[in-house]
């Protein structure tokens, strides 16, 4: 596996991403780019990602065992045939697109079937471009694979192999499935952060004061609003009719929301938020992503000097390890929230024992 020929085409923050973690976790690869920005292109070869960049999609990826199309999907389709004239036989053609069946559509059309395995890493952030690619975004991420039945089964072996030597966890799923599932969890609430952030755009008066005391709750739901635009627009015309079957029924239980709230019917809103709670609750540890193995408490704290050391303090003087420690940015609470990761999951128990007894408020939501 040491040895093995990347090729990017497109190498921003996914593609790039994918190229550190390759750097990272199998250094003798060769990893070839190319971009349509140049600036990246001379950023991945100054600090050592890259190999080889080139300004077009030539034969110089006629080496590649694995090729990667991460560009925006619409992109991705429309680079296909200059990659057909270029493609060996012996490279296995993938993408990370966030929507499947579009490019598969497109691989059966160009008789690319057997040497394309759909793939889709459910990480990411809301950054853009090559300058905020990271190897940790694919650690404990769910790396999802779309192969179809024209694919030899070794190929399917080789590259989840792959999936997990770059720390992600690899899963099997059809196109379709994959692509309603996605819809539900990822592209909806993208359209759901963007449209909430410009609803208070239009609402706020021309002070900003709505702007200004957003508390971390708007900021929560609404961080994915700051993502790319070019890349989001593609999504929505490749996943279409998901995403509008799912919108759909989102605005109708949003307007069952209004009847309940203008009849004042109070149970109906109790079980609102009581039966959305205990489902997200139960979502707690199960996230992918870098936050996956994160095992950590939230303490109220008194908004005075020396309160972090006192807690740390009494950690410390127990043998527990302390991974990060901070305050939360986001003053729902009264005081301040502290957050303490730690290394170990039991040291949740452990601690949260501890720092009660000596008589502190802990929230233990992650
Ligand atoms: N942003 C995210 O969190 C995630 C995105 N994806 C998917 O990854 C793909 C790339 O998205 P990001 O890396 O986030 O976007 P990005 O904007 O950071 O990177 C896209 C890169 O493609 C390049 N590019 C644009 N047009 C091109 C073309 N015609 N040929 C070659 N390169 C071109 C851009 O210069 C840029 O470097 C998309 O298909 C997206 O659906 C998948 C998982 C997560
Ligand atoms: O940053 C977030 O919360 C994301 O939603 C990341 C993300 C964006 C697009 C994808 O196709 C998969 C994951």
């Known amino acids: 596996m040491s040895t093995l020929t990347f090729g990017f085409i497109g190498l921003g923050l996914i593609g790039g991403s994918i190229a550190r973690a390759i750097r990272q976790n ?4 060769q990893i070839i780019a190319y971009d349509i920005n140049a600036d990246t292109l001379s950023e991945a ?5 890259a190999n080889t960049v080139t300004t077009k ?8 065992d694995y090729l990667f199309l991460c560009a925006p999907v619409q992109k991705n389709d429309e680079n296909l045939s200059a990659v057909k004239k270029i493609l060996s036989p012996k490279t296995l053609l993938t993408d990370v697109g966030s929507v499947k ?34 190897a940790v975004l694919l650690e404990n991420a769910y790396y999802i694979l779309t192969p179809t039945a024209s694919v030899p089964e070794n190929k399917i072996t080789d590259y989840k192999n792959l999936v997990q030597q770059l720390g992600a966890i690899p899963l099997i799923l059809d196109p379709a499935q994959h692509d309603y599932v996605t819809a539900a969890v990822s ?8 449209s909430l952030v410009n609803l208070v755009r239009d609402k706020d008066s021309a002070d900003g004061l709505m702007k200004m005391i957003a508390a971390g709750g708007f900021k929560d739901i609404t961080r994915i609003a700051s993502s790319s635009a070019a890349v989001w627009q593609q999504i929505c015309l490749t996943n279409t009719e998901n995403i509008s079957t799912l919108l759909s029924s989102y605005i109708a239980s949003l307007q069952g929301i209004q009847q309940e709230l203008n009849a004042k019917r109070g149970d109906d809103l109790y079980e609102l938020f009581d039966s959305a709670r205990i489902y997200r609750d139960s979502f707690i540890n199960t996230a992918s992503g870098p936050l996956k193995s994160s095992y950590a408490i939230t303490i109220d704290i008194a908004d005075e000097p020396g309160e972090i050391a006192a807690v740390a303090t009494i950690l410390a003087l127990k043998n527990i390890s302390i ?9 729902e609470y009264e005081g301040g929230v502290l957050r303490i990761e730690f290394y170990q999951e039991e040291a949740i128990e452990r601690s949260t024992k501890i720092l009660r007894e ?5 929230h233990n939501k992650n």
């Open 26 to 29: 199998l250094p003798q690869s």
């Open 45 to 49: 070869s100054q600090c050592g990602v």
């Open 57 to 64: 999609i030539d034969a110089s990826f006629s080496t590649c």
């Open 101 to 134: 069946s579009e490019i598969h559509k497109e691989i059966k059309k160009a008789g690319l079937e057997r040497q394309f395995i759909g793939g889709h890493p459910m990480a990411g952030s809301d950054r853009v471009g090559f300058i905020n690619s990271k």
């Open 187 to 194: 592209h909806l609430p993208h359209i759901i952060a963007a």
């Open 323 to 331: 991974k990060n420690i901070g305050i939360v940015h986001n003053r």
């Open 358 to 362: 000596k008589g502190y408020s802990l």
